[in-house]
């Protein structure tokens, strides 16, 4: 960050700050007004915090976090949805190259420097293989369930699935990397610690759980398969039935019967070179002008197009829902102590929403995490189960799953 040199300095300059850091991580981004709000009317303490690299203040977009900053965050909370194949293959290279200078460097301290190095990738390589399969565990769920066709759960299916091949082959690294003899030279029980609870604690489960994705990614595809399956036969069903009812319900073939003009064959064009005398001349040139000022106009008429999109024509609902980041709000579901409906009714969205939205909402959670939620099940059959009623309509009672071990 900009002029920031030693981590104390660091510390408090987050400190002063801690009121906007708060508000932009949870808000994502911030008009300079409502940060200026935030910190109590002090536009100076704002445009400081964008000098010292807290935050990205650009004229004409809203204020976020410096990208370094929230990504620091996010992975401290282990709340990052990304999958950093990358980070995993970067700290084994890193790995090898410090094991080679601690073999090759003859000073005490510079040997205890790389030793601390290999410790902390080491950690790294465990907390990053751990995350990443947690997390492409849930996403392959939760996109099977939410995409909106065929064609777009197949593509992130089948991405997903490269992602957790490329994972496993990192988990076959890292354990390749732990038979060098440098772990069996070295004496430091910090490092064997650690060695054997990467082998075998992070390595063994990541790879254990992965296995088990990846199954279920092929039983997902298959499913895909068979849905694209009907619905092609559904679309073949469908068009049998138009001619049906064209053939029964029209005279379209005494129609055609009578008919000789040909409107439906493709209409042909052919295209010659103009002599070259015959457009220097008048009538040349008048042919000239009226392809010059066409071409204008259609140009004219294609930029106005990309550029003036008229919100009316889209759907606001879908953009208002499409914003939503589902993760996030189960997060904060799980946080407190509401039944499920109640929390969707009075959580904060930024805007205004309508029954049916909230609704769909409260379905939606319900669908995605359904592994993880108490639908309020009774345990003897013959009671009843819980239930809110609203206007007449009923609702499950869904609270968050008990997390006490058994």
Request: net charge negative; hydrophobic share 40%.
């Amino acid at each position: 960050m900009a002029d920031i040199q030693t981590a104390d300095e660091l510390i408090r300059e987050l400190y002063r700050h801690r009121k906007v850091i708060n508000h932009l991580f949870k808000k994502k981004s911030a008009s300079f007004d409502e940060l200026t709000e935030i910190a109590d009317g002090k536009e100076k303490e704002i445009l400081q915090a964008n000098a010292r690299g807290i935050i990205s203040l650009q004229e004409g977009e809203p204020a976020r976090l410096d990208e370094r900053l929230l990504n620091f965050v996010e992975d401290f909370l282990e709340i990052n949805e990304d999958i950093r194949n990358f980070e995993i293959d970067e700290s084994i290279r890193i790995l090898k190259k410090t094991i080679y200078l601690y073999e090759i460097d003859e000073d005490s301290k510079e040997r205890e420097r790389y030793l601390n190095r290999v410790k902390r990738n080491l950690n790294s390589i465990g907390r990053v293989i751990r995350k990443n399969a947690a997390t492409l565990s849930a996403l392959v769920k939760q996109e099977y369930k939410t995409a909106s066709s065929i064609e777009l759960k197949k593509v992130k299916i089948e991405d997903h699935n490269e992602q957790a091949e490329k994972l496993l082959q990192l988990i076959q690294n890292a354990e390749e990397l732990l038979e060098n003899p440098f772990f069996r030279v070295v004496q430091d029980e910090g490092l064997r610690t650690i060695v054997n609870e990467l082998r075998g604690n992070h390595l063994t489960m990541a790879r254990h759980n992965l296995i088990a994705l990846r199954q279920e990614i092929v039983r997902f595809i298959n499913q895909i398969a068979e849905l694209d399956r009907q619905h092609k036969k559904i679309l073949q069903l469908k068009k049998y039935r138009d001619l049906y009812e064209l053939e029964v319900r029209t005279n379209v073939e005494e129609v055609f019967t009578h008919e000789s003009a040909l409107f439906f064959d493709t209409q042909l064009r052919f295209q010659t070179m103009l002599d070259l005398d015959y457009l220097r001349g008048d009538e040349g040139l008048d042919i000239i002008e009226r392809v010059a000022i066409r071409r204008q106009h259609k140009m004219r008429m294609q930029l106005q197009a990309e550029l003036d999109i008229d919100g009316d024509l889209l759907d606001p609902q879908q953009q208002k829902m499409l914003h939503i980041d589902f993760s996030k709000l189960k997060r904060a579901f799980f946080l407190q102590d509401k039944d499920l409906f109640h929390f969707v009714k009075e959580y904060d969205y930024g805007y205004e929403m309508t029954e049916d939205q909230l609704i769909k909402i409260y379905c939606q959670v319900a669908l995605i995490f359904e592994d993880e939620m108490d639908f309020g099940l009774p345990k003897n059959p013959f009671d009843d189960a819980k239930q809110i009623e609203l206007n007449g309509k009923q609702f499950a009672f869904i609270r968050p799953k008990s997390t006490e071990k058994k």
